[in-house]
Each structure stands twice: as C-alpha cells, then as structure tokens.
C-alpha cells in the first residue's frame, strides 16, 4: 500500500446507499484512502459491495478495528488496511499474516513503541486533538523512525501545524468531508472540502 497522498478520510455512521456516490466524488477529488468505521451499522457490508468500485491506486479499509474479532471480520470483508483506535497485537499479527496493513492506535510514548515493536505499518496517535502538533513534535524526538499519523481534532486550520510536526499522514471526517455536506448528501460541496483538504498537504 502506497499512501502517496497523506490523508485517510473517516466514515463512522455512512449511510449504505449513499456511500457509492461519495466514495467515488472524494475518491475524484482527490483522496487516495478512506475507512468505513466498524461501529457504522453493515461497516463489513459496505466495504464488500464496494470494492469492484475503488479506482486503481485507491485503498477502502476499515477502521475501529478494536480486537481479533472485529480484525477477521474486517479481512473478511476485503478490507485494504486496518485502523485500530488502540494496540492490540493480536489484530496485527493477524492482519500481517493476511499481507494487510494495520495502523494501530496509542497515546503515550510506551504505547507509540509498542504498537510500532508489533508490527504496525503505521502509527495512530489518537485522540490528538487534546494535545495538538507540539505533542506530535515532541514523540517525533525519541521516535523518528517512526511514521505516525494524526487522528482526533484535525482541521485545515492545523492541518499544516500537524506536518510540519513530522507526521507521516493524517485522519479526518467532517473537517475533510464537511459536515453540512455529509449532513445534506451535497456531493458538489463534499468534493470542494476534499479538494481544499487535500490540496493543503504538503
């Protein structure tokens, strides 16, 4: 898997019937990578109906993958990658088993070390938004071969703050997708928000 644009969108709750049409705008507008959370009601449904539609170079994973359970459930269904909210190694053993990659949740510098030590293709430091890029800033001293991705309170606002930091990637939703425009089903207006998103990655 090759994250060449470093944005994963994050679809928790999507309407099933929607998703095709947004899938395929956010996927035109630019985004090379989004999630169907596994808390969204029929999560393992939508992503197998959906993947004869991802374009060649784009990735359909599944995230809140929190245990070995919820990981089968989610290679089952076709998943791409994997994004857990914390660190089990359980879940990436058994992804890596699968050749699928897995972006695994910490918080703390411990946590940061082990997910990585597990075999984590990425790293997920959520919730960020409680301690913003400085945090990210001061994990990337100890951690600098690590790639970490920004999840929790990422806007276009610090988006620039956040790489600037050294991530590697970052995780959005409404901030990406717009809330209005997911509210609403406006695809014209989720397309300009993906647009704008993307287009303030380095």
């Not at 089968?72 to 076709?78: H, L």
């Not at 703390?108 to 984590?120: D, M």
């Not at 606002?157 to 409404?174: H, I, K, Q, T, W």
Request: glycine fraction near 12%; aromatic fraction near 8%; hydrophobic fraction near 45%.
């Amino acid at each position: 898997m090759d994250l060449a644009v470093p944005v994963i969108g994050i679809l928790r709750g999507i309407d099933e019937d929607f998703f095709p049409d947004l899938m395929a705008a956010a996927f035109e507008a630019g985004l090379q990578a989004m999630e169907v959370t596994m808390n969204t009601a029929g999560a393992e449904r939508i992503v197998g109906k959906n993947l004869s539609r991802v374009p060649n170079g784009k990735y359909l994973g599944i995230g809140t993958v929190r245990n070995l359970e919820e990981a089968r459930k989610a290679v089952g269904a076709g998943a791409a990658f994997l994004v857990s909210p914390n660190t089990d190694s359980r879940v990436i053993e058994y992804a890596k088993g699968q050749n699928v990659p897995v972006i695994a949740g910490a918080f703390s510098p411990t946590e940061v070390y082990a997910a990585w030590s597990s075999g984590a293709w990425m790293v997920k430091v959520f919730p960020c938004g409680l301690l913003g890029p400085s945090y990210i800033r001061e994990l990337r001293g100890p951690f600098d071969g690590i790639d970490l991705v920004a999840v929790g309170g990422v806007n276009l606002e610090n988006l620039r703050g956040y790489f600037d930091a050294g991530v590697r990637a970052v995780g959005a939703s409404s901030a990406l997708f717009g809330k209005t425009a997911l509210g609403e089903k406006d695809l014209k207006k989720l397309s300009g928000h993906v647009k704008r998103f993307v287009g303030a990655c380095p």
